[in-house]
């Protein structure tokens, strides 16, 4: 499966953004999605994921309560809404994909990746 997240920029503190990925060439319903990100000089990290049937998620302790990972089935997407964003939260963005049912939290399972989306959170 090919996907493309968009939706990055650059926004001040405690403002808002949505994140897409649209996925494509595969069967998209027997993916589990997630987001990831890696800020300049640090690894990449787990943000939130979401099971192939939307029916299960999870979210970083850093995001929870702030991100909202979500999917629709039906157009081949998935979202993430993040809100009173901070500036730790600046960094590249990415989608990926795996071929599991359950949400998957480990970036090394996942088996396609997007391209990535810069956020900029400004103070």
């Known amino acids: 499966v090919q996907l493309q997240a968009s939706g990055g920029g650059l926004v001040q503190a405690g403002g808002s953004l949505r994140l897409s990925c649209a996925a494509s060439?595969?069967?998209?319903?027997?993916?589990?999605m997630g987001w990831f990100r890696q800020a300049p000089g640090k690894e990449r990290e787990f943000v939130a994921g979401?099971?192939?049937?939307?029916?299960?998620?999870s979210h970083a302790d850093s995001v929870k309560g702030r991100f909202t990972i979500s999917r629709d089935n039906t157009k081949n997407m998935v979202y993430l809404q993040m809100n009173s964003l901070k500036p730790e939260d600046t960094a590249v963005y990415y989608c990926?994909?795996?071929?599991?049912?359950?949400?998957?939290?480990?970036?090394?399972?996942?088996?396609?990746w997007g391209q990535g989306t810069q956020v900029t959170v400004s103070s």
């Open positions: 060439g595969g069967t998209f319903s027997n993916y589990a």
């Open positions: 990926a994909a795996v071929s599991k049912p359950w949400v998957v939290t480990t970036s090394r399972e996942y088996n396609s």
């Open positions: 979401i099971s192939r049937n939307g029916g299960g998620t």
